[in-house]
């Protein structure tokens, strides 16, 4: 039965939490939501002391994907009540429309495909260094190196409620103790797979380690008492600007934090795109694949298209041809994919509109009803508010060489679409250089490997993991004692 107002369950080490419940107020204003006092329930979030997780490693590896493999069928919404709840709360609190937060949750049960995690997990780390100590002979030593699990704090995003269920696959892989501070525009999703466990396995460790709640952020009452080294090692943030660099007052020795932070995307395309209308379509429709999806509140969502056709007056009409042919695109994206956004940021409108006054230097396609708009430079000039492009709108800029385009690459520069396949190898090397992190055929920003290796020029996996060391030297090694010791050198 569903719940009659909101609630934002806290799940913790295997019990749920539904007490003591105060008003907090969502992402957006939309809905207001019901959740434990977190002052309340502060001292059981986080693992009372390391020496509780050893029974992480009463599993095998295979036995932890048994659990996850278990659990992905489990969260089909038809059979999940806590799901369903949390579906229809979230179009209230969640960024993107009906249809695309609907296939989020249809989709979200894949993620817990038992090879699919296995190959991750590999590629990422080395299931070798999860389950043992990998050793070789170094120096007159046997050196061992081993991956253990942390006391881990994520602050999750709430662009999509797949990344709750990231967390708690990267948690248990890693036989990490999790505790997941919730969004206020995701407060349902996370919370619901958590009460999903608990009917599970309520006494399994993976239920055991992980703790789930909400609190404001910035409650320096309670994240003074949680954001310590002895109750956790490594903190993940996901979020904007704000909320990251809130987390780095609490960063101390004993606390790593591993930062997600906010990333814009591009995309940079060859001469090639404008030869023909055949091929405009084609590229318009790549362009759309990458800048529409979720409508664009990803990351990796590409927000400027560099065209290297130059800026002479028939460059620029053939531009136009294809940000008519990417708003066509757009338009014919399923639902499930992209809609209409569910709010078309009113400052945004007003920059777009302005454009339309200045045609001598910009053309605008769409955007009368809120829809998203395809910007076309005439110069090759970014619009003034490229930062604030949102709401499935993109900016279109004619270049005339590709070090124009890495002039704007930077560290905030995540995924860059590129075409045709002769940019490829120069502009993965180049950009790389310059600071982009994610390089991919353009149109496949969003249906290619997934989050399944580094992401944002770090490692999340292999950072919230220690990595540690055993030595033990050899018979021939001569030890620092004794008549022989002044033959010793020690090197670094």
């Not at 797979?193 to 460790?205: E, K, L, Q, S, Y």
């Not at 930062?259 to 814009?264: E, M």
């Amino acid at each position: 039965m569903m719940a009659k107002r909101p609630i934002s369950y806290a799940v913790l080490r295997g019990e749920v939490v539904e007490t003591d419940l105060i008003e907090f107020g969502g992402r957006g204003g939309d809905i207001t939501f019901l959740a434990p006092d977190p002052h309340k329930i502060a001292d059981r979030i986080p693992l009372a002391s390391p020496r509780l997780m050893e029974d992480m490693y009463s599993i095998p590896f295979d036995g932890i994907l048994d659990y996850l493999a278990e659990l992905g069928p489990r969260l089909e919404l038809s059979r999940n009540p806590y799901m369903q709840e949390a579906l229809e709360y979230s179009y209230d609190t969640a960024p993107s429309t009906k249809p695309i937060v609907d296939a989020f949750y249809h989709d979200l049960p894949f993620m817990f495909d038992k090879e699919r995690i296995r190959k991750m997990v590999d590629f990422n780390i080395g299931i070798d260094h999860l389950e043992g100590w990998v050793e070789q002979q170094l120096n007159g030593c046997t050196v061992g190196i081993r991956a253990y699990g942390s006391r881990q704090l994520h602050i999750v995003a709430g662009n999509g409620p797949v990344l709750g269920a990231l967390t708690i696959i990267r948690g248990a892989v890693t036989r990490g103790d999790m505790i997941v501070k919730v969004p206020s525009n995701d407060p349902f999703t996370t919370g619901a797979i958590a009460r999903t466990m608990v009917d599970m396995a309520p006494d399994h460790p993976i239920t055991k380690h992980l703790a789930v709640a909400y609190w404001r952020g910035g409650d320096e009452a309670l994240e003074s008492r949680i954001y310590q080294p002895h109750n956790i090692e490594k903190i993940c943030a996901w979020g904007g600007f704000a909320s990251v660099k809130h987390v780095t007052k609490y960063i101390q020795p004993g606390i790593e934090l591993i930062s997600l932070d906010p990333k814009r995307s591009a995309s940079i395309i060859g001469k090639e795109a404008l030869e023909s209308p055949e091929t405009m379509a084609e590229v318009g429709a790549r362009i759309a694949a990458d800048f529409a999806p979720g409508n664009q509140v990803a990351c990796s969502s590409s927000r400027l298209v560099y065209v290297m056709c130059g800026t002479e007056d028939e460059d620029i009409e053939k531009l136009k041809q294809l940000g008519q042919a990417t708003y066509d695109a757009m338009m014919s994206l399923p639902e499930v994919i992209s809609t209409k956004p569910k709010r078309y940021d009113p400052d945004l409108k007003r920059q777009v509109d302005t454009l339309r006054l200045n045609d001598d230097f910009y053309s605008v396609i769409g955007g009368q009803d809120g829809e998203g708009a395809i910007l076309i430079s005439h110069t090759s000039d970014r619009v003034e508010f490229w930062e604030y492009l949102g709401d499935r709108t993109i900016n279109i800029i004619p270049v005339d060489t590709l070090d124009e385009v890495l002039d704007v690459v930077d560290a905030y520069t995540q995924t860059v679409g590129v075409w045709p396949d002769n940019l490829w190898d120069t502009v993965r090397h180049k950009g790389a250089l310059h600071g982009g992190q994610r390089f991919v055929e353009l149109g496949y920003g969003f249906n290619g490997a997934g989050l399944v290796g580094p992401q944002d020029g770090i490692e999340p996996m292999r950072r919230i993991v220690k990595w540690i060391v055993s030595e033990k030297p050899s018979a021939e090694k001569v030890p620092l004692w004794g008549d022989t010791a002044k033959d010793v050198k020690m090197l670094a």
